[in-house]
């Protein structure tokens, strides 16, 4: 007879495929000594015993309102030489409803927070999002949860999709694993529940000519900021103590425009970011900040371009970008920076910067410059406060240009002669473009005379984070 394995039931049943075992025991590898691990739906007991089987030193909660399918999972699993009798426990009741008991219940009061977990309950799309709802907050920072039946068309899981995305999106999630019908979707280490305002939301606010600021806050900008000095971005850009300084400062002397971190940024150094901001009491109010991007890669930014169409609109960037006043919307002015190392000669790009605005009549300035670009918003922003609508939209427009500024762009994964043709609605500006006012980096400023307010060298006086390795800054990498 053949040993009861997690895989054997999978063959047997067909509850779960011998992939998708491999797929839950793959991310039970990721808890944490100790951990906790709670399986939302009995079945066969595969799931259970994929679980035991991978971490028989994690606690194990498996909850089914059906007492049959307890029974049964139980059965399967006591035929095993999995070691399951000390961390292994059974709920019987219905999952929103152990839910809301989890911090109380006598059963798993204590248990604390949620390493990793596994719906596969009622696939109804109302009863999943509640699901969802109830449980979420009880999973870790940086813990998992993963669904099954995602993407099975036959009712009644045909909905799970359309529910989980729902929440991705809601949540700026993104899932890490998908495995035939089981996906996973890891939980940030820090900003879990940032928003993402949509982009009918800038759209209404240039419509309505009411200025804002947006600032995109990248890993490269995080990765300058955790100290990771002598390192560079994908632009080539250095990351020097004097960029490091800058950044902080942007941050310690919040104002108020939109300070948006990415996805990637997130993900990748959400546990860091959550112990900087903690370290130095940055009070900075924090949404998403990939609106622009998704827009851009999912054909939708024509709404945008076209209100960017009806305005008077500059331009902070390096020189391949003025193709912007040919391809996608006219430019009343361009100030030219270096590809690199723009911070160098900030105070004089900043100075080019106002007077281009002051001579233009400037309403809305876009800006692409990497780390450098959120120093130069912020200086612009100090010194006309909301006069002028200014956006960070780091490489929207580089692919759809031929340039291949990011990773993204590099690996062929997007058609960016088709997202052009699609994000301007095949609607190419009309006549002969105009001469573009220039201001080339390295020319002396006009008129530009500084405030009163505090000088650069003033601000930099402030402590600054440590460089990496130093304390206080949290462990490397991975």
Known sequence: MSEITAEFLAKKYHMLSVGEVRALKKMAERVPEGGTIVNIGAGSGTSALAFLEARPDCRMFTIDKRK?????ELSAISGTSCQWQENYRQIKGESVEVA?????????????????????????????????????????????????????????????????????????LRKILRERFTVAVPIPA?????????????????????????????????????????????????????????????????????????????????????????????????????????????????????????KRVMYVGPAYLKQIHEKFFRLVG??????????????????NIIDMMAETDAEVIGFSGGHHAKVFIDEVW?????????????????????????????????DFEALFEKNIRGRPLDGESPPLLECANGLQPISFEKTSQPTLEDKRASPRPAQRGQAGLGGPLE
């Not at 959400?270 to 851009?296: H, K, P, Q, R, S």
């Not at 100090?382 to 993204?408: A, E, H």
């Open 190 to 310: 820090w900003g879990r529940y940032l928003e993402q305002n949509d982009l009918d939301y800038y759209v209404q606010m240039l419509a309505e000519g009411k200025p804002f600021g947006f600032s995109r806050f990248s890993d490269g900008e995080w990765l300058a900021l955790l100290g990771h000095i002598g390192q560079k971005n994908s632009n080539g850009c250095t990351f020097t103590l004097e960029v490091q300084d800058a950044l902080f400062q942007v941050l310690e002397n919040y104002h108020p425009y939109e300070h948006t971190v990415t996805r990637i940024a997130r993900e990748k150094l959400g546990a860091e970011i959550g112990a900087f901001i903690e370290e130095y009491g940055i009070a900075t109010e924090w949404t998403l900040g990939n609106v622009f991007e998704d827009a851009m890669k999912e054909g939708r930014l024509w709404p945008l371009i076209n209100q960017l169409r009806s």
């Open 68 to 72: 049959g399918k307890l029974i049964a």
């Open 382 to 414: 100090r010194l006309v406060t909301d006069q002028v609508t200014l956006i960070d939209f780091g490489s929207v427009w580089d692919g759809m240009l031929g340039v291949k500024s990011r990773k993204y762009i590099r690996q062929g994964a997007y």
């Open 100 to 172: 809301k008991g989890w911090n109380t219940d006598w059963r798993f009061a204590g248990t604390g927070l949620i390493d990793l977990l596994f719906i596969d309950d009622d696939h109804s799309p109302d009863y999943l999002a509640e699901e969802i709802e109830a449980w979420e907050d009880h999973v870790r920072d940086g813990g998992m949860i993963m669904f099954h039946d995602y993407g099975t068309v036959h009712p009644p899981h045909a909905a799970v999709k359309a529910v989980v995305d729902a929440w991705m999106e809601k949540r700026g």
């Open 334 to 351: 361009y100030v030219e920076i270096p590809p690199q190392d723009a911070i160098k000669e900030r105070d004089k790009i900043v100075a």
